[in-house]
């Protein structure tokens, strides 16, 4: 009791220089949190990956597409329970700057293979009956402020012209990762649209950009993947099927650089706090040798001199840091709004806040460390000649 | 602790010297002498005389080169860090000369420290801290930090502090120090009557020939030899 009693006085004895330490290690932790859900967002896409699914592209690149023929084949094979396909489009919305991801799907099969996406049904037999149909996730009409029955112009990147698409379905994540700023509309609206504009070019239409496969049996994810290539192999589009958290991992890759540097920041923000905190201590222990031998002459142990460091230390890390966690969620959430979709899924996850809490243990003890060890080991006689 | 008929501290052949860098510097040369149970004795002598040095050893708070170093008939030299620490906690009262109360803690929780080593109860550290604190006068500043009280009141918790455990020695280095003439006496006051009353062993350091008129003996140091005077 006495012992709490003295480290937390001793901890407000400088009510400035502690408040300026604790908001400090506030700042490096709400960093920490911050930079941590960056990355778990860059992997989002893999983790919210389903274990059932396999995705199934062009074996040269992504650029290349498939033809829509191979739906049928890849659905024989024994395992394979759905088969629906999906097509980058590629449109801007007003401005570049307001970036979502639209797919051309297959209408009848996709919302059964990806059974995260939750449709209510009216909207769903609304959208597939309207071919200028579109499916818009939760996130994306939050924040461009659509809603049914609304008009999207999309102008195309990849296929000319000013699309416009209604909106008649709104979907929901089955979980809180599960990304709901897509954009979906018909395939066959895209494939015949382009028929008309490239009349008899059969190279640049009946193609899709990937198959998403639904196996009935994870543990037979690489087989099956090996049964679809071979059904392709010296075919004028040979295929790579792979899982989806394979597939999707390909793309994290690709940015793999930018990722490692978050990653390393963000241990530099601890570093950097930690010798922060590691020089207020050792200021705190110095200004009081004379009491810490005081302490010693009365008979009080090396152990009890080094636990008031070692709790004042603590004390301000734990406060820090929990002012910090509680901080990084609405400063994650500001960040998120201010990205707008550019982070499909982006929250705080439990596991980012242990590593703030294990990050603050790290920091209040490892700033102790010299500091008790010098004050314990200064020879009673030498303290007491200090002038604090 | 003590047989009274035995000498409560017994130094024989003491030498202790510092080291600055390669050099030897010798503080305290062959002390041989005996501290009655229950004397007043001062010690005097000019700066770097090792003065404060011997007290610090008979304290406990530092270690001999060679000789011997008896108090209570314990040969404290041998104690490892942890045995003196408990000895001192058990047998050693300080006073310092510029009080080193914890300026955290209330004159009340400054007394008590000591108290905190030891088995007893709150209700029974809390009676004694009573008891002390009302002995050098200070029953209404109990619930005052040392920065609300002054030199002489911070030096009277000091000895508060020092014999609130019950030791069997005091020592006081310089505690008169850095307090005005009024102040010095009340804690001079003080001590006498610890000695007196209290029967308590008092080895006192000081400059000031007035303070040291009020030991029973008073004994100097001069380069680290030691002589007698009445």
């Known amino acids: 009791m006495h012992f709490l009693k003295l480290i937390l006085r001793n901890t407000l004895r400088h009510k ?11 700042v490096a932790i709400v960093a920490f949190g911050l930079l941590r859900t960056v990355v778990d967002a860059w992997y989002s896409g893999a983790e919210g990956s389903s274990e059932t699914r396999l995705v199934t592209r062009n074996a040269i690149s992504l650029v290349f597409h498939l033809p829509i023929k191979y739906q049928d084949r890849i659905k024989k094979l024994r395992g394979v329970t759905e088969v629906t396909h999906a097509s980058w489009f590629g449109g801007v919305y007003i401005t570049e700057k307001n ?18 996406y939750i449709i209510p049904p009216k909207e769903l037999t609304a959208f597939t009956t309207d071919r200028k149909g579109c499916v818009i996730g939760r996130k994306l009409a939050d924040v461009y402020g659509l809603k049914i029955g609304d008009t999207v112009p999309i102008r195309g990147t990849i296929y000319p012209g000013t699309w416009k698409f209604n909106v008649r379905a709104i979907y929901d994540g089955a979980e809180a990762k599960t990304d709901t700023s897509q954009f979906f509309f018909h395939w066959d609206y895209l494939n015949e649209s382009r028929k008309r504009v490239i009349a008899r070019s059969a190279r640049t239409t009946d193609w899709v950009g990937v198959y998403a496969i639904n196996i009935s049996e994870p543990s037979r994810a690489s087989e099956i993947s090996g049964e679809v290539d071979k059904l392709f192999k010296n075919s004028l589009a040979e295929t790579r099927t792979e899982t989806e958290k394979a597939f999707q991992l390909g793309f994290v890759s690709m940015t793999e650089a930018i990722v490692v540097a978050i990653r390393i920041v963000s241990y530099v923000v601890i570093l950097i706090i930690l010798a922060v905190m590691a020089n207020t201590m050792a200021m705190t222990a110095r200004e009081r040798t004379s009491e810490y031998a005081t302490l010693k002459a009365l008979g009080f142990s090396h152990h009890f001199i080094s636990g008031l460091i070692y709790g004042e230390s603590m004390i301000i890390a734990f406060l820090g840091t929990l002012i910090g966690i509680l901080l990084t969620f609405p400063v994650a959430a500001m960040f998120s709004a201010k990205v707008g979709t550019l982070f499909p899924v982006f929250g705080v996850s439990l596991e980012t806040i242990y590593m703030q809490a294990i990050a ?16 314990a080991q200064v020879p009673i006689v030498e303290g007491l000649r200090s002038i604090g | 602790m003590e047989n009274s008929s035995e000498p409560i501290v017994h130094i024989k052949h003491l030498t ?16 041989t002498f005996d501290i009655p149970t229950g004397e007043f004795i001062a010690l005097m ?50 006073i310092f000369q510029f009080y080193n109360l914890m300026p955290v803690l209330t004159a009340f929780e400054n007394v008590e420290l000591p108290l905190l080593l030891t088995p007893l109860s709150f209700k029974e550290r809390q009676e004694r801290v009573e008891l002390a604190l009302a002995m050098v006068g200070l029953s209404d500043r109990m619930e005052h930090y040392p920065s609300e009280l002054s030199g002489g009141q911070q030096q009277r918790v000091a000895i508060a502090r020092a014999f609130i455990s019950d030791p069997v020695i005091l020592v006081a280095d310089e505690p008169t120090g850095d307090l005005d003439r009024t102040a010095a006496e009340e804690i001079l006051a003080i001590l006498d009557r610890l000695n007196k009353e209290m029967e308590k062993t008092i080895i006192m350091v000081t400059h000031d020939p007035h303070a040291a008129k009020t030991a029973h003996l008073i004994r100097h140091l001069e380069k680290g030899e030691l002589d007698v005077e009445n």
């Not at chain 1, 970036?99 to 995260?116: C, G, L, R, W």
């Not at chain 2, 510097?25 to 002390?31: M, N, Q």
């Not at chain 2, 000895?87 to 009262?93: D, K, L, P």
Request: charged share 20%; proline share 5%; net charge negative.
């Open chain 1, 16 to 26: 400035l220089r502690t408040g300026l330490t604790i908001l400090g290690i506030i």
């Open chain 2, 45 to 94: 002598g000019p700066s770097g005389s090792g003065k404060s040095t011997l007290l610090n050893l008979i304290a406990g708070i530092d270690k001999p080169d060679s000789g011997t170093l008896k108090v209570g008939g314990t040969d404290i030299a041998l104690l490892s860090e942890g045995e003196l620490a408990d000895w001192r906690a058990a047998n050693i009262g300080f």
């Open chain 1, 99 to 116: 970036f979502f991801p639209q797919f051309a799907i297959d209408a009848k099969t996709y919302f059964d293979v990806y059974s995260e």
């Open chain 1, 360 to 375: 603050a243990l790290l920091i209040g003890i490892t700033a102790a460390v010299i500091p008790a060890f010098r004050s």
């Open chain 2, 16 to 31: 202790k010297s510092y080291h600055r860098g390669e050099q030897t510097v010798p503080v305290l040369t062959d002390i």
